[in-house]
C-alpha cells in the first residue's frame, strides 16, 4: 500500500459514515491540498458504489480542514444502468468542512465516440523544465516531482508574463501507480495559472473543484496545464487537462478560486 492510499483509507463505522484522518503530508501552505480531500471523500463513496470507471466527481470547499481526524457521510443519491450517484460530506469536530457530489459510470464496453479536437499542450523536455522545489509547510512537493515548462517558470523570480497558465509535467516522487484516487491529486497539484502572470502575491483559495476522469493514464509522467481567462470581483476560474504521454486525454477539470493579495 502507497503512502497515498493510507492516507485516503478510510473506514465504515456505520451505514455510510466513514472514520478518516486527514494527514499533513500533501498539503500547500500548511493547508491539506484539495484534491486530496476530494480523493479522501470519493474514496468513500466509490467503495460503496463497487466496479467503477471515468467518475466526475465536484467538491465545495466550506470551510478550512486541518490535519487530524475526520468523519466522512456518504449518502446514495440515484442508481441506474450506466451511473451511480453520491454525496458526501467531511465533517471535523462536529463541523462540515467540505461537501462532494460524485458520479460513477458503472462498466460499459460500448464506446460510441472517441475524438480529440484539440491536441495535449507542447511541453519542453523535462531536463529543461523547472522543478518546483520541496518549501516548508508545502509537504504535497515532497511527494511529487512538479517540472514547469519555462515559459510559465518566470514567476518565481519575479519574471511574469502576460499568459495566466502553468503547465508541465507531474510525477509521484515513488513511482505509484494512477488509480482514480491519485488522478484527483494530480488534477490539483500544479501552483494556480494566476501566479504566472500576478507572481507570488496572491493566495488563492478554492472555492469548488470539478474533475472529470476520462481515462487511467499508461505513464508515469503526465503533462498538465492549467489556464485561467478571467479575473473578476476577487474570483477565478482555472480550466486544466491531463494528458498521458502516449497522447491519451486523462482528466479535464474546473476549478474557482478567490485571488487574495497576501
Known amino acids: 500500500m502507497t503512502l497515498f492510499d493510507q492516507d485516503t483509507k478510510s473506514i465504515e463505522t456505520a451505514p455510510g459514515v466513514f472514520a478518516a484522518t486527514v494527514t499533513a503530508n500533501w498539503s500547500v501552505n500548511g493547508n491539506p491540498n484539495g484534491g486530496y480531500l476530494m480523493a479522501l471523500l470519493a474514496g468513500a463513496m466509490a467503495s460503496l458504489s463497487g466496479d467503477v470507471k471515468t467518475p466526475v466527481v465536484t467538491a465545495n470547499y466550506i470551510a478550512r480542514c486541518v490535519p487530524g481526524p475526520a468523519e466522512i457521510r456518504v449518502e446514495e443519491i440515484s442508481l441506474t444502468k450506466q451511473f451511480h450517484r453520491f454525496q458526501a460530506r467531511l465533517f471535523q469536530e462536529g463541523k462540515e468542512k467540505v461537501r462532494a457530489l460524485a458520479t460513477f459510470a458503472l462498466e460499459n464496453d460500448e464506446c460510441v465516440i472517441s475524438r480529440y479536437e484539440t491536441p495535449p499542450t507542447p511541453l519542453a523536455p523535462r531536463e529543461t523544465c523547472v522543478p518546483?522545489?520541496?518549501?516548508?509547510?508545502?509537504?504535497?512537493?515532497?511527494?511529487?516531482?512538479?517540472?514547469?515548462?519555462?515559459?510559465?517558470?518566470?514567476?518565481?523570480?519575479?519574471?511574469?508574463?502576460?499568459?495566466?497558465?502553468?503547465?508541465?509535467?507531474?510525477?509521484?516522487?515513488?513511482?505509484?501507480?494512477?488509480?482514480?484516487?491519485?488522478?484527483?491529486?494530480?488534477?490539483?497539484?500544479?501552483?494556480?495559472?494566476?501566479?504566472?502572470?500576478?507572481?507570488?502575491?496572491?493566495?488563492v483559495p478554492t472555492i469548488e473543484l470539478s474533475v472529470n476522469i476520462r481515462n487511467l493514464p499508461q505513464s508515469p509522467w503526465l503533462n498538465c496545464c492549467l489556464r485561467t481567462r478571467f479575473v473578476t470581483c476577487g474570483l477565478l476560474e482555472a480550466d486544466g487537462e491531463i494528458w498521458d504521454e502516449g497522447g491519451n486525454l486523462v482528466s479535464i477539470s474546473r476549478q474557482i478560486a478567490q485571488v487574495r493579495k497576501l
Do not use: H
Not at 515532497?142 to 519575479?158: E, K, S
Open 132 to 203: 518546483v522545489p520541496s518549501l516548508p509547510s508545502y509537504t504535497l512537493f515532497d511527494r511529487i516531482d512538479v517540472l514547469l515548462d519555462p515559459a510559465c517558470a518566470g514567476w518565481m523570480q519575479n519574471r511574469l508574463v502576460e499568459r495566466s497558465e502553468n503547465k508541465g509535467w507531474i510525477r509521484f516522487k515513488d513511482a505509484s501507480p494512477y488509480g482514480l484516487l491519485p488522478l484527483l491529486l494530480v488534477a490539483d497539484s500544479l501552483p494556480p495559472a494566476v501566479m504566472a502572470s500576478y507572481g507570488m502575491v496572491a493566495w
